[in-house]
């Protein structure tokens, strides 16, 4: 094959590829530097050929772990060292490293290779899943800035806990907050849902049952209060149990022990137990519906978490949380959304809440096929309140507040509450931020 040939194939391949690679010699002064190299460091390649690498790269492996040094002092290739590196804009950005020797036709060294791997999507998506594993709750609101508040006291202790709210609201969210931030965070944490079985499948659910038990228990199973011994127990819709599953639960939650279906003995539980539901335990009190010694026993603490309408400043915050989520897991470049998506999401009500707003940003990043969600990706029942809200002078305040607040918060965040970097990259005077800072509460 043709040398000229091969050179330029080469080159092709490289210049293809996403990974970034550069070559050095043994000098460690770069001598090519490809395209996905200029994408993820911002550097170009005319300002990086003919410098150190380690006048380049801003990375935590320039010093003392050098991949390229380690594999020219042993001959041994490296294969995905991770790490970080430091744009010129300052983002943190992480990698995995690979490393190879360039040698010439005789055999002898004349410099190196390494290529590295963008991994910030790898990351923001374990970082999602760890969010989904274990529980995170955010608020700008102070409403739910005081729930938030009482979650170390309440984690702190051991006694049952009830949350309430609408559904969708995120109860099982703040069950999971609790759980991870309490003292059997090592413990599991085992949900569920009351209201979607019947009594005889609830029981066995909750208790467990022994071989013979009834027609088709050919073994023994493990009831959810065993399975989350040493954690904590989520009962979700428990406003829906039958009142012969109440009195049974009621003993439990008095005594600390159950007997498994066709058992004779009884078991004991440290299971920490959080109940949840969206109505309203009291009226069904008054009415005969659910035991009131049932409801005193679960009503200990309570927490109350207040509709998505009722939080409204909320709604930047968790879109573009689940814009994050969704973009990574759907594999999409969108960036933001258009002014419009939120004058019609202040106007809308969202009767589903925060469960409601996320499938609505799931649906958006699915459909949308530019690098920003518009109204057309929406749902046709929220698309249709922009040209409401466009007379609803209130609501496009609101939204514009709320989301100047948002931006303020994630540059203060971004540059550790430095007041001048901050102001400098919102472009406004130090004293109109302070004076934001001050109006929208933030802390």
């Known amino acids: ?94 990698i995995s490293v690979s490393t190879a020797l360039i040698h010439n036709k005789e055999g002898d060294v004349i410099g190196g290779a390494e290529t590295f791997r963008d991994l910030s999507e790898l990351e923001e998506l374990r970082k ?22 009482m979650v170390p006291p309440v984690a702190d202790s051991t006694s049952t806990v009830l949350v309430l709210g609408e559904s969708g609201t995120g109860k099982e969210v703040l069950a999971r907050t609790i759980h991870f931030c309490s003292n059997q965070k090592e413990g599991p944490f085992v949900a569920v849902n009351c209201g979607a079985l019947p009594d005889t499948l609830l029981e066995s ?37 039958s009142s012969s599953m109440q009195v049974k639960l009621l003993r439990v939650l008095q005594e600390r022990q159950y007997e498994p279906l066709g058992s004779q003995r009884s078991e004991k539980t440290d299971a920490r137990i959080i109940c949840a539901t969206n109505k309203n335990l009291e009226e069904m009190v008054k009415k005969g519906t659910f035991r009131q010694d049932l409801y005193y026993r679960i009503n200990i603490i309570s927490l109350t978490i207040p509709p998505l309408r009722d939080r ?16 990574a897991l759907n594999n999409k470049s969108i960036a933001d959304f258009s002014s419009a998506v939120f004058q019609a999401f202040y106007a809308y009500s969202w009767p589903g809440n925060i469960r409601e707003l996320e ?25 249709q309140h922009v040209q409401q809200s466009k007379s609803a002078p209130s609501d496009i305040k609101e939204a514009k507040e709320a989301l100047e607040r948002q931006l303020i918060v994630e540059a203060l965040n971004k540059h550790n509450n430095n007041i001048t970097l901050a102001s400098k990259e919102l472009g406004m005077h130090r004293a109109t931020l302070y004076r934001k800072i001050e109006a929208y509460h933030i802390q």
């Open 1 to 94: 094959m043709d040398e000229k040939f091969e050179l330029v194939a080469h080159d092709t391949i490289l210049e293809s590829i996403s990974d970034g690679v550069f070559t050095i010699d043994e000098s460690f002064r770069i001598t090519s530097f490809n395209k996905a190299a200029e994408d993820i460091t911002g550097i170009k390649r005319e300002d990086a050929i003919g410098l150190r690498c380690s006048e380049v790269f801003k990375s935590n492996m320039c010093e003392g772990s050098c991949p390229l040094e380690k594999t020219f002092n042993t001959g041994k290739t490296i294969i995905n060292q991770s790490g970080y590196i430091v744009t010129l804009e300052g983002k943190r950005i992480p």
């Open 128 to 149: 999602l899943r760890a969010r989904e594993r274990f529980g995170e709750m955010q608020s700008n609101s102070a409403s739910m800035q005081k729930i938030l508040s």
């Open 205 to 241: 659910e909750l208790f467990g049952y022994k071989k013979g038990a009834f027609t088709g228990a050919d073994q023994d199973k493990k009831g959810r209060f065993a399975l989350a011994q040493g954690g904590t127990l989520f009962l979700d819709e428990i406003g829906d149990i």
């Open 312 to 327: 409204k400043e909320d709604i930047p915050l968790l879109a573009h949380q689940f814009l994050r989520q969704y973009t």
């Open 359 to 383: 499938n609505t940003v799931e649906r958006s990043v699915v459909l949308s096929q530019g690098g920003e969600i518009t109204v057309e990706d929406l749902p046709i029942e929220i698309a």
